[in-house]
Protein backbone atom coordinates (compact mmCIF):
# COMPACT_ATOMS: atom_id res chain seq x y z
CA UNK A 1 0.00 0.00 0.00
CA UNK A 2 1.31 3.33 -0.87
CA UNK A 3 0.57 6.88 -0.33
CA UNK A 4 -0.18 7.02 -4.34
CA UNK A 5 -2.48 4.54 -4.14
CA UNK A 6 -4.17 6.40 -1.00
CA UNK A 7 -4.26 9.34 -3.22
CA UNK A 8 -5.98 8.05 -6.26
CA UNK A 9 -8.56 6.42 -4.28
CA UNK A 10 -9.40 9.36 -3.25
CA UNK A 11 -9.42 11.32 -6.55
CA UNK A 12 -11.66 8.50 -8.02
CA UNK A 13 -13.97 9.01 -4.50
CA UNK A 14 -14.45 12.73 -5.14
CA UNK A 15 -14.14 12.78 -9.04
CA UNK A 16 -16.66 9.93 -9.67
CA UNK A 17 -14.95 9.48 -12.37
CA UNK A 18 -11.55 7.45 -13.80
CA UNK A 19 -10.72 9.56 -16.15
CA UNK A 20 -11.55 13.05 -14.26
CA UNK A 21 -9.35 11.10 -11.34
CA UNK A 22 -6.31 10.75 -13.75
CA UNK A 23 -6.68 13.93 -14.95
CA UNK A 24 -6.36 16.02 -11.80
CA UNK A 25 -3.55 13.47 -10.94
CA UNK A 26 -1.98 14.45 -13.81
CA UNK A 27 -1.10 10.26 -14.78
CA UNK A 28 -3.17 7.76 -17.42
CA UNK A 29 -6.10 6.68 -16.58
CA UNK A 30 -4.28 2.68 -17.68
CA UNK A 31 -1.99 3.95 -14.32
CA UNK A 32 -4.57 5.43 -12.60
CA UNK A 33 -6.86 2.11 -12.55
CA UNK A 34 -3.44 -0.18 -12.08
CA UNK A 35 -2.83 1.62 -9.20
CA UNK A 36 -6.14 1.15 -7.46
CA UNK A 37 -6.80 -2.60 -8.39
CA UNK A 38 -3.47 -3.40 -7.07
CA UNK A 39 -4.88 -1.98 -3.80
CA UNK A 40 -7.71 -3.93 -3.97
CA UNK A 41 -5.78 -6.91 -4.81
CA UNK A 42 -3.50 -6.09 -1.80
CA UNK A 43 -6.49 -5.55 0.79
CA UNK A 44 -8.56 -8.69 -0.58
CA UNK A 45 -11.68 -6.31 -1.12
CA UNK A 46 -13.36 -4.64 -4.08
CA UNK A 47 -13.38 -0.57 -3.14
CA UNK A 48 -14.82 1.15 -6.01
CA UNK A 49 -18.38 0.02 -7.85
CA UNK A 50 -17.14 0.58 -11.31
CA UNK A 51 -20.63 -0.64 -12.70
CA UNK A 52 -22.51 2.49 -11.28
CA UNK A 53 -22.05 6.14 -13.46
CA UNK A 54 -20.32 8.00 -11.17
CA UNK A 55 -18.38 5.46 -9.72
CA UNK A 56 -19.45 5.00 -6.41
CA UNK A 57 -17.77 3.30 -2.70
CA UNK A 58 -18.35 0.16 -2.16
CA UNK A 59 -18.60 -0.66 1.56
CA UNK A 60 -15.13 -2.06 2.13
CA UNK A 61 -14.27 1.39 0.15
CA UNK A 62 -16.26 3.33 2.52
CA UNK A 63 -14.55 2.51 5.53
CA UNK A 64 -11.45 2.62 4.20
CA UNK A 65 -11.43 6.07 2.18
CA UNK A 66 -12.52 7.29 5.83
CA UNK A 67 -8.88 6.03 6.84
CA UNK A 68 -7.38 7.01 3.52
CA UNK A 69 -8.23 10.61 4.70
CA UNK A 70 -7.15 10.52 8.07
CA UNK A 71 -4.02 8.82 6.74
CA UNK A 72 -3.33 11.70 4.15
CA UNK A 73 -3.74 14.66 6.48
CA UNK A 74 -1.29 13.18 8.89
CA UNK A 75 0.76 12.68 5.88
CA UNK A 76 0.49 16.11 4.10
CA UNK A 77 1.55 17.80 7.76
CA UNK A 78 4.96 16.64 7.98
CA UNK A 79 5.79 18.91 5.11
CA UNK A 80 3.61 21.45 6.76
CA UNK A 81 5.10 21.37 10.20
CA UNK A 82 8.68 21.28 8.44
CA UNK A 83 7.82 24.40 6.79
CA UNK A 84 6.70 26.12 9.94
CA UNK A 85 9.67 25.38 11.78
CA UNK A 86 11.92 27.14 9.11
CA UNK A 87 9.49 29.86 8.94
CA UNK A 88 7.99 29.24 5.29
CA UNK A 89 4.35 29.65 4.52
CA UNK A 90 3.87 27.82 1.46
CA UNK A 91 1.79 25.10 -0.48
CA UNK A 92 -1.64 25.02 -1.62
CA UNK A 93 -5.05 26.07 -0.42
CA UNK A 94 -8.40 25.61 -1.77
CA UNK A 95 -10.62 27.92 -0.34
CA UNK A 96 -14.51 27.69 -0.51
CA UNK A 97 -16.32 30.63 -0.39
CA UNK A 98 -20.44 31.49 0.04
CA UNK A 99 -22.36 33.63 -2.72
CA UNK A 100 -23.05 36.41 -0.11
CA UNK A 101 -19.53 36.52 0.40
CA UNK A 102 -17.56 36.23 -2.87
CA UNK A 103 -18.53 39.30 -4.46
CA UNK A 104 -17.70 41.61 -2.00
CA UNK A 105 -14.88 40.56 -0.11
CA UNK A 106 -12.47 38.99 -2.33
CA UNK A 107 -10.70 41.49 -4.26
CA UNK A 108 -9.62 43.13 -0.86
CA UNK A 109 -8.01 40.40 0.25
CA UNK A 110 -6.64 38.67 -2.37
CA UNK A 111 -3.54 41.16 -3.78
CA UNK A 112 -2.45 41.60 -0.04
CA UNK A 113 -2.56 37.94 0.69
CA UNK A 114 -0.78 37.13 -3.08
CA UNK A 115 1.63 39.69 -2.57
CA UNK A 116 2.68 38.54 1.08
CA UNK A 117 2.47 35.07 0.61
CA UNK A 118 4.11 34.25 -2.80
CA UNK A 119 4.59 30.73 -2.05
CA UNK A 120 1.07 29.96 -1.69
CA UNK A 121 -0.96 28.68 -4.36
CA UNK A 122 -4.73 30.18 -3.56
CA UNK A 123 -7.31 27.74 -5.32
CA UNK A 124 -11.34 30.02 -4.81
CA UNK A 125 -14.59 28.02 -5.63
CA UNK A 126 -17.81 30.26 -4.84
CA UNK A 127 -20.06 27.53 -3.41
CA UNK A 128 -23.45 27.34 -1.39
CA UNK A 129 -22.91 26.31 2.73
CA UNK A 130 -24.01 22.79 2.10
CA UNK A 131 -22.17 21.93 -0.16
CA UNK A 132 -19.20 23.76 1.61
CA UNK A 133 -19.46 21.11 4.53
CA UNK A 134 -19.38 18.46 1.87
CA UNK A 135 -16.38 19.36 0.14
CA UNK A 136 -15.00 19.93 3.47
CA UNK A 137 -15.99 16.56 4.67
CA UNK A 138 -14.34 14.88 1.72
CA UNK A 139 -10.81 16.96 1.95
CA UNK A 140 -12.39 18.54 -1.90
CA UNK A 141 -11.88 22.20 -0.27
CA UNK A 142 -9.13 22.69 2.62
CA UNK A 143 -11.03 25.73 4.02
CA UNK A 144 -14.48 28.09 3.44
CA UNK A 145 -15.38 31.73 4.37
CA UNK A 146 -18.50 31.11 5.83
CA UNK A 147 -21.48 33.11 7.65
CA UNK A 148 -20.98 31.66 10.91
CA UNK A 149 -22.89 29.33 13.05
CA UNK A 150 -23.92 27.80 9.64
CA UNK A 151 -21.80 24.49 9.05
CA UNK A 152 -23.02 22.25 11.46
CA UNK A 153 -21.21 19.27 13.43
CA UNK A 154 -17.69 17.92 12.75
CA UNK A 155 -16.66 21.49 11.21
CA UNK A 156 -15.18 24.40 13.00
CA UNK A 157 -15.67 27.23 13.01
CA UNK A 158 -13.41 30.52 13.65
CA UNK A 159 -15.06 33.99 14.13
CA UNK A 160 -13.56 36.99 11.98
CA UNK A 161 -15.30 40.15 12.18
CA UNK A 162 -19.40 41.12 12.30
CA UNK A 163 -21.13 41.98 9.52
CA UNK A 164 -24.27 43.97 10.09
CA UNK A 165 -27.60 44.04 8.35
CA UNK A 166 -29.31 46.64 6.96
CA UNK A 167 -32.79 47.08 5.17
CA UNK A 168 -32.93 47.94 1.24
CA UNK A 169 -36.30 49.48 0.72
CA UNK A 170 -38.08 50.73 -2.59
CA UNK A 171 -38.79 54.72 -2.54
CA UNK A 172 -42.45 52.98 -3.24
CA UNK A 173 -42.27 51.64 0.45
CA UNK A 174 -43.79 53.58 3.37
CA UNK A 175 -40.46 52.28 5.62
CA UNK A 176 -38.30 54.72 2.71
CA UNK A 177 -39.07 57.82 4.73
CA UNK A 178 -37.41 56.22 7.93
CA UNK A 179 -33.66 56.34 8.48
CA UNK A 180 -33.79 53.62 11.28
CA UNK A 181 -36.33 50.39 10.91
CA UNK A 182 -37.11 47.66 13.47
CA UNK A 183 -37.22 44.03 11.78
CA UNK A 184 -41.24 44.26 13.06
CA UNK A 185 -41.70 46.81 11.44
CA UNK A 186 -41.24 44.80 7.88
CA UNK A 187 -44.07 44.07 6.29
CA UNK A 188 -43.10 40.11 5.45
CA UNK A 189 -45.46 40.40 2.01
CA UNK A 190 -43.06 42.70 0.70
CA UNK A 191 -39.81 41.47 1.95
CA UNK A 192 -38.02 39.58 -0.89
CA UNK A 193 -35.04 36.84 -0.02
CA UNK A 194 -32.81 34.67 -1.73
CA UNK A 195 -33.43 31.25 -2.80
CA UNK A 196 -33.50 27.95 -0.40
CA UNK A 197 -29.63 26.87 -0.39
CA UNK A 198 -28.61 30.24 0.59
CA UNK A 199 -27.44 30.77 4.57
CA UNK A 200 -28.48 34.33 4.56
CA UNK A 201 -32.09 33.46 3.55
CA UNK A 202 -32.08 31.02 6.44
CA UNK A 203 -30.48 34.14 8.67
CA UNK A 204 -33.25 36.32 7.36
CA UNK A 205 -36.05 33.91 8.05
CA UNK A 206 -34.70 33.40 11.79
CA UNK A 207 -34.25 37.50 11.96
CA UNK A 208 -37.76 38.07 11.23
CA UNK A 209 -39.06 35.13 12.99
CA UNK A 210 -41.04 34.19 10.54
CA UNK A 211 -42.28 30.82 9.02
CA UNK A 212 -40.03 29.05 5.92
CA UNK A 213 -42.81 30.34 3.54
CA UNK A 214 -42.93 33.77 3.79
CA UNK A 215 -46.19 35.20 2.49
CA UNK A 216 -45.50 37.82 -0.50
CA UNK A 217 -47.18 39.82 -3.06
CA UNK A 218 -45.22 37.18 -5.60
CA UNK A 219 -42.85 34.42 -5.77
CA UNK A 220 -39.48 35.53 -6.57
CA UNK A 221 -36.05 33.53 -5.83
CA UNK A 222 -32.60 34.66 -6.67
CA UNK A 223 -29.01 33.26 -5.46
CA UNK A 224 -27.80 36.83 -6.12
CA UNK A 225 -28.43 39.70 -3.51
CA UNK A 226 -27.90 42.28 -6.42
CA UNK A 227 -30.39 40.68 -8.58
CA UNK A 228 -32.70 41.13 -5.46
CA UNK A 229 -32.13 45.23 -5.05
CA UNK A 230 -33.10 45.36 -8.53
CA UNK A 231 -36.52 43.69 -8.08
CA UNK A 232 -36.79 46.31 -5.08
CA UNK A 233 -35.72 49.08 -7.28
CA UNK A 234 -38.54 48.55 -9.82
CA UNK A 235 -41.17 47.32 -6.95
CA UNK A 236 -42.77 48.09 -3.21
CA UNK A 237 -40.85 45.70 -1.72
CA UNK A 238 -38.20 45.26 0.61
CA UNK A 239 -34.96 43.25 1.04
CA UNK A 240 -32.43 42.58 4.11
CA UNK A 241 -28.98 43.22 2.77
CA UNK A 242 -24.86 42.29 4.64
CA UNK A 243 -23.28 45.75 5.32
CA UNK A 244 -20.39 44.32 3.05
CA UNK A 245 -22.22 44.99 -0.11
CA UNK A 246 -23.26 48.76 0.64
CA UNK A 247 -20.25 49.96 -0.98
CA UNK A 248 -21.15 48.60 -4.22
CA UNK A 249 -24.68 50.30 -4.48
CA UNK A 250 -24.56 53.34 -6.79
CA UNK A 251 -24.51 56.67 -4.86
CA UNK A 252 -27.73 57.49 -6.37
CA UNK A 253 -29.74 54.52 -4.83
CA UNK A 254 -27.60 54.68 -1.47
CA UNK A 255 -30.69 56.64 0.14
CA UNK A 256 -32.59 53.10 0.08
CA UNK A 257 -30.51 51.71 2.67
CA UNK A 258 -31.41 51.90 6.13
CA UNK A 259 -30.00 51.03 9.28
CA UNK A 260 -32.03 48.43 10.84
CA UNK A 261 -32.77 48.97 15.26
CA UNK A 262 -30.70 47.35 17.48
CA UNK A 263 -30.54 43.75 18.14
CA UNK A 264 -29.38 40.70 16.79
CA UNK A 265 -29.01 42.09 13.21
CA UNK A 266 -25.62 41.14 12.12
CA UNK A 267 -23.79 37.83 10.85
CA UNK A 268 -20.65 36.53 12.00
CA UNK A 269 -17.91 36.26 8.87
CA UNK A 270 -15.75 32.71 9.86
CA UNK A 271 -13.28 30.75 8.43
CA UNK A 272 -14.50 27.28 8.38
CA UNK A 273 -12.07 23.92 8.56
CA UNK A 274 -12.81 20.50 9.40
CA UNK A 275 -11.98 19.65 13.06
CA UNK A 276 -8.83 17.51 11.86
CA UNK A 277 -7.24 19.49 9.48
CA UNK A 278 -3.52 20.36 8.18
CA UNK A 279 -1.93 23.05 6.15
CA UNK A 280 -2.94 25.61 9.57
CA UNK A 281 -0.26 27.81 8.62
CA UNK A 282 -1.70 29.18 5.57
CA UNK A 283 -5.21 29.40 7.24
CA UNK A 284 -3.66 31.75 10.22
CA UNK A 285 -2.01 33.44 6.76
CA UNK A 286 -4.94 33.70 5.30
CA UNK A 287 -7.58 34.86 8.42
CA UNK A 288 -4.67 37.39 9.68
CA UNK A 289 -5.20 39.15 5.97
CA UNK A 290 -8.76 39.07 6.00
CA UNK A 291 -8.80 40.92 9.26
CA UNK A 292 -6.34 43.50 7.95
CA UNK A 293 -8.09 44.35 4.78
CA UNK A 294 -11.34 43.45 5.39
CA UNK A 295 -13.09 44.23 9.08
CA UNK A 296 -14.98 46.76 9.59
CA UNK A 297 -12.78 49.83 11.17
Known sequence: MTIIQLEYLLAVANCGSFSQAAELCFVTQPSLSMQIKSLEEELGVVLLDRSKKPVV???????????????????????????????????????GVIPTIAPYLMHRFIPTFVRDYPKVELEISEMKTADIVEALKHDRID???VAGGTCGEGIQEHDLFNDRFYIYVSPENPLYERSNIRIEDIDLRELVILSPGNCLRDQI????????????????????????MRIVDCTQSVTIIPEMSVDFIPHDRRDRVKQL???????????????????????????ETILRCCAPR
Not at 59 to 79: D, K, N, P
Not at 262 to 286: C, D, E, F, Q
Open 205 to 228: IELCQAKRALPSHFSFESGSLETL
Open 261 to 287: AKGNTSRKISVAVRRTYVKSSIIKALS
Open 57 to 95: PTEAGEVVLEQTRETLRAFHSIREAVQELKGETSGKLRL
Open 143 to 145: AAL
